[in-house]
């Protein structure tokens, strides 16, 4: 504001100066040339006179028709001699006068002289020879008092005086307008970056003005928004992992706690209680690992992995064969309704993981006694893999949310299934990791199908 303030200021005073001195040098210019065609007007209609040796009156002289207001006439023979004097008082007639002015002008000069007198105001005196056939017989001075011009540059000067001062105190009330119109938003943008920082990610900060602040404020909510999306997200991990580990542990827990009080081991029991630690020590695994995928996808740059081209046939039928325990248990047919021969250049542990989550999925989402269908198709540009089941579904204003991690349909039944939300995340990235998509068909309460979409190898790839 004060840069503002002080930059607008000097311009003023620089332009004030600038036309003072503009002004002052026309008017003076003005009566110059003024004064110049009065003197030789007079010294045109002296020459005669002069040569004759007439002796010198306001007749012949002719000042008559010529404003003499303020302005004192002086004429003067080639000796220097005062011959004619308008001044009332202390004249000069009869008398010799010594200056430079004079001298130059008897020696044939025009010249002329500005005064500017605090004491006595403004004073232009000019010089004009007396010439008679090139002789030089006198000359002509004019000495005028420029009071008409010094009250208008006194009155321009108070003029643009009274300007500065009332522009000056507009513009610095307009500044502090604007400074503070400028300023406050910024120390709300600061004080809520301040809030920000010390983990409320809920504020917003609203913002008024300029368009650049309102865009900054813009950007700013919108990253106050994801980041608080992403410390709910944070908090929902803490608590489902917290929950999805826990859960295991207890079970192992539980079983040690029962081996331990047992008096009399029972080989077959024990047996039981193994086979049941077992699982559950898989079942934490499975979940460390999956974690374990995630954290290296979003934190650490992944190195090219070599690429071969794998039989997609040869995959599925070994992920069936993985899965299909589990699909028994809860009594689900798990087939291969549709195959031809398919092939993709692929790295085969990042397609494996991906079909095997989708696949799982389907399982733990279906209802006993129903059935996980697996189709593989095929044209000239891509390889089509189908998973379809006959489970919950998926309602359709959360298709797009469902590749998001920790995300989950249906909270309290993926936590009994053993859920995470991280499965179709690493699938997603899996798939696009090899430039293909994963196509998604629901509708709730009938089932899902979910499509991963693989170019074909070309005939001229190198492997």
């Known amino acids: 504001m004060l840069t503002y303030f002080f930059i607008v200021l000097l311009t003023l005073f620089l332009f004030s100066i600038y036309m003072l001195s503009s002004t002052e040098k026309y008017l003076v210019s003005k009566d110059r040339g003024r004064l110049y065609v009065d003197a030789n007007v007079i010294a045109n209609a002296l020459a005669d006179p002069l040569c004759n040796e007439e002796p010198l ?9 010529i404003d003499t207001t303020g302005t004192r006439v002086l004429i003067c023979d080639q000796n220097m001699t005062v011959l004619y004097d ?9 008398k010799t006068m010594v200056s430079d002015m004079l001298s130059q002008a008897i020696s044939g000069e025009d010249v002329d002289s500005f005064t500017k007198d605090e004491e006595h105001g403004y004073y232009l005196e000019v010089g004009v020879p007396i010439i ?3 002789d030089v017989l006198g000359a002509v001075v004019l000495n005028s008092s420029l009071q008409t011009t010094q009250a208008f540059i006194e009155d321009t000067r108070t003029t643009l005086l009274f300007i500065t001062v009332v522009i000056s105190i507009i513009i610095g009330l307009l500044s502090s307008f604007i400074a503070e119109l400028v300023t406050s938003p910024v120390e709300k943008l600061i004080a809520v970056t301040k809030s920000i920082a010390t983990g409320n990610f809920d504020r917003h900060v609203k913002v008024t003005g300029t368009r650049e602040l309102m865009e900054l404020a813009d950007a700013f909510n919108s990253m106050t928004d994801k980041l608080n999306d992403l410390e709910q997200k944070r908090q929902m991990f803490v608590s489902d992992a917290s929950h999805e580990l826990k859960t295991p542990l207890s079970g192992i827990k539980l079983v040690a706690d029962s081996i331990m009080q047992m008096d009399v081991l029972d080989k077959e029991v024990v047996h039981d209680f193994l086979t049941d630690m077992n699982s559950e020590v898989d ?15 979003d934190t650490v ?35 291969i309704t549709e195959e031809v021969p398919a092939e993709a250049v692929i790295v085969e542990d990042k397609i494996y993981e991906a079909i095997y989550n989708i696949v799982d999925n389907a399982i733990k989402y279906s209802d006993t006694r129903s059935k996980v269908q697996i189709a593989i198709k095929k044209d000239e540009e891509s390889v089509r893999i189908s998973v379809t089941d006959t489970g919950i579904g998926i309602p359709e204003g959360e298709i797009n949310d469902i590749f998001e991690r920790f995300y989950r349909v249906d909270k309290a039944r993926a936590r009994d299934t053993g859920g995470t939300g991280l499965g179709l995340a690493i699938a997603l990235e899996a798939v696009r990791y090899h430039g293909g998509k994963i196509e998604v068909s629901s509708r709730e309460g009938e089932g899902s199908t979910f499509t991963i ?11």
């Open 57 to 65: 009156t306001e007749k012949n002289v002719k000042i008559e028709n």
């Open 86 to 94: 308008t001044a009332n008082v202390d004249n000069w007639a009869g």
């Open 132 to 134: 008679k056939d090139s």
């Open 283 to 297: 079942r934490l695994t499975r979940i460390i690992d999956r974690l374990l995928k995630l954290t290296k996808t």
């Open 301 to 335: 740059s992944v190195p090219s992995i070599e690429q071969k081209k794998v039989s997609i046939n040869d995959l599925v039928q070994k992920i069936i064969s993985r899965l299909r325990p589990i699909a028994l248990k809860k009594r689900i047919k798990l087939e």
């Open 453 to 463: 979409v693989l170019k074909t190898p070309k005939d001229d790839i190198i492997i």
